[in-house]
């Protein structure tokens, strides 16, 4: 690049950053936090109106409001998908048009008849998946033969046997404890209008026979298939003392973990199950544990003019940290910051003991959640991130967090060097093939993205590459990359995502830039990067045969190609200045940006989501670093992510 087109990119990229940045900051909250709206699919907006149905507790505006958000999230085949121009899901679209019906749209409305075609072409309702079947049970329009049998007493297995609830992920547990209650009770919902919706149905829903499918198709699968029928066959004969005291223990550790009104697991599902298990055993409308389990639920609906959707969590502690690095980074150092590190300080967890413990017993709690509180469940890849933001700001104040988190990271650990989310070796892969499984998301064993986020963080705090905990993560690192020489994002769309927290990871750590497997990925990159400059990738690359779909150049996946290119050192390249310039043609007169398209995933295939925060961080990042590190004619970047 020469001297004058550098001068000119220089001067734009300026007026870029610091617009971005006072953009930026005008988000903030007076006592220092940022939060973004959570966007998912229609299935969490429709489970709001269901749930209100199923209590007989129906807010008119906010259901006139939520239905207007499914209507116009409806896809043009006629149905709903997981995410933005994705193919129909069946589920979201059997949970949308059940919702709408609920909402009062009249079922020969043009919107309802196309969403119906849409889902007897897939085979009708009984093809839905589990976790749908079983809201379909509760409404009673299928028998509760059509979900798998999970009994209650699950409750009083003990540690040893081949299913506790102690194996399975953070997510699947909060939403099973109370699912298992509701399983038992067999509950009807209050559904005050009466609706059904036989007419998704092939077959009567009473008469198929076909409901229950091998997830995995394995041996294994078909064996648990046989278990599943031999427990229905059981559960009837199960005596009514133990199941009364498997209820009871259910309760109870939901009860211990409701974490106020933030909700059990901080998550709209697992929040949802509570309120309906609590009505499904008495408790009393009027009762203050009911009260605040409600208004948990009421805290997750976003409003926006004659809209309101309905977050399936909220993403305080994320958007702040990734928020402040933002900022640091674009040269913001002043009270700002600080305000910010002392918020996330705050939220550090350092009395309870989570779940998490199951594992590591020994070791202190220090970790951070996702939310603005969830005690029972912190996670390493907002730890680790909050690490590096509070490392950066240097706060002196925040000295004894810093050592802390470290530990906890450090003894999160999992045995083949890598890092999982909520729990230490949380491999039970056996389980998957659970009909209850589905969903193919019960477990939350170690991946590239989080475990590059702990070696980064790690490094950035003076930790050497030969640390017996960074060295493991880097040869965990090392067998994880693609044989393309791209690394799986776990928790961000996909392998542009995977790929960046990676390199970012091998940079701190020292890894020479000419080695061949940072060679590899780089030019795995260079490839996706698109005719306009940008790099974009689909949800849809979550499914083995669809690995380079891509529908256009977006900004956050930009910014994260662009902040792994230039931890590999390739900031003088021309496919770094030509992302540069995407992210400059592309900005809003205000400093802003946005992603049309979704940019993370919860579950892969099966749950997707688009953090509206990504748009207003990675991208201001991504600039003010190629900007720095131009002004400075350094090669090299000195941190960690």
Request: contains cysteine; hydrophobic residues 40%; charged residues 25%.
């Amino acid at each position: 690049m020469d001297s004058e087109r550098f001068t000119d990119v220089t001067e734009v990229t300026d007026e870029i950053v610091d617009a971005a940045k006072r953009a930026l900051l005008n988000q903030q909250a007076p006592d220092g936090h940022f939060v973004f709206p959570l966007e998912a699919d229609a299935t969490i907006p429709a489970e709001y109106i269901l749930l209100e149905h199923f209590l007989d507790d129906i807010d008119e505006d906010m259901q006139k409001r939520l239905a207007n958000y499914l209507r116009r999230t409806q896809g043009t085949h006629g149905g709903w998908a997981l995410f933005q121009d994705g193919d129909v899901d069946i589920s979201a679209t059997v949970k949308a048009y059940f919702a709408l019906k609920l909402a009062g749209d009249d079922p020969n409305a043009n919107h309802m008849r196309r969403a119906r075609e849409a889902v007897l072409a897939l085979g009708g309702a009984a093809r839905s998946n589990v976790f749908t079947r079983f809201t379909l049970a509760l409404f009673h329009q299928v028998p509760w033969r059509a979900v798998p049998t999970m009994p209650v007493e699950l409750m009083h297995l003990p540690r040893w046997f081949p299913f506790h609830i102690s194996k399975v992920s953070y997510w699947s547990r909060t939403v099973m404890v109370p699912l298992v209650v509701l399983a038992a009770l067999k509950p009807r919902a209050k559904n005050p209008r009466n609706i059904d919706i036989r007419e998704l149905f092939i077959t009567d829903p009473f008469e198929e026979r076909h409901y229950l499918r091998n997830p995995t198709g394995s041996t294994v699968g078909s064996a648990f298939l046989l278990v599943d029928r031999a427990l229905r066959w059981a559960e009837p004969h199960f005596p009514t003392g133990p199941r009364q005291r498997a209820i009871d223990k259910a309760m109870d550790f939901t009860r211990e973990r409701l974490n106020g009104e933030d909700g059990l697991g901080g998550i709209f599902p697992a929040i949802a199950n509570t309120l309906m298990a609590l009505d499904a055993t008495g408790v009393s409308r009027n009762d203050p544990e009911f009260a605040t389990v409600r208004r948990a639920v009421r805290k997750l609906l976003l409003i926006n003019n004659g809209e309101a959707m309905c977050q399936p969590c909220l993403s305080p502690v994320w958007d702040t940290a990734l928020a402040a690095l933002a900022l640091m980074e674009a040269g913001e150092t002043g009270s700002k910051v600080h305000k910010a590190a002392q918020w996330l300080v705050d939220r550090q967890i350092t009395e309870t003991v989570g779940d998490w413990a199951e594992q590591r017993p020994d070791l202190p709690p220090g970790g951070w959640p996702f939310q603005y509180a969830n005690d029972f469940y912190p996670d390493t890849d907002d730890s680790a991130a909050v690490l590096m933001a509070l490392k950066r700001s240097g706060d002196p104040s925040c000295e004894v967090a810093i050592k802390r988190g470290i530990e906890w990271i450090i003894g999160m650990q999992s045995k083949n060097g890598g890092w999982g989310s909520f729990d230490a070796d949380n491999t039970h892969y056996v389980l998957n093939n659970i009909p209850f499984a589905d969903h193919g998301a019960l477990l939350d064993p170690p991946t590239a993205d989080v475990t590059g986020r702990c070696v980064g963080m790690l490094s950035e705090c003076g930790f050497d590459r030969d640390h017996p905990t960074v060295k493991r993560g880097l040869e965990f690192l090392y067998d994880e990359q693609e044989d393309d020489g791209s690394w799986f994002g776990r928790w961000g769309t996909n392998y542009i995502y995977g790929t960046w927290s990676v390199l970012s990871a091998l940079n701190a750590a020292g890894d020479d830039p000419t080695s061949p497997r940072v060679r590899k990925a780089v030019e795995w990159l260079l490839s996706h990067q698109r005719a306009d400059g940008g790099w974009g990738e689909d949800c849809s690359t979550y499914w083995p045969d669809r690995h380079n779909d891509a529908r256009e150049s977006t900004p956050s996946q930009t910014a994260w190609a662009l902040l792994a290119l230039m931890a590999a050192g390739e900031v003088e390249s021309d496919a770094v200045a030509r992302g540069v310039a995407y992210l400059e043609s592309h900005v809003r007169p205000e400093g802003r940006w946005q992603d049309r398209l979704y940019n993370a995933v919860g579950f892969p295939r099966v749950f997707y989501l688009k953090y509206h925060g990504y748009a207003a961080y990675f991208p201001l990042w991504a600039l003010a670093r190629y900007r720095n590190l131009r002004r400075a004619g350094e090669t090299r970047v000195p941190y960690g992510i």
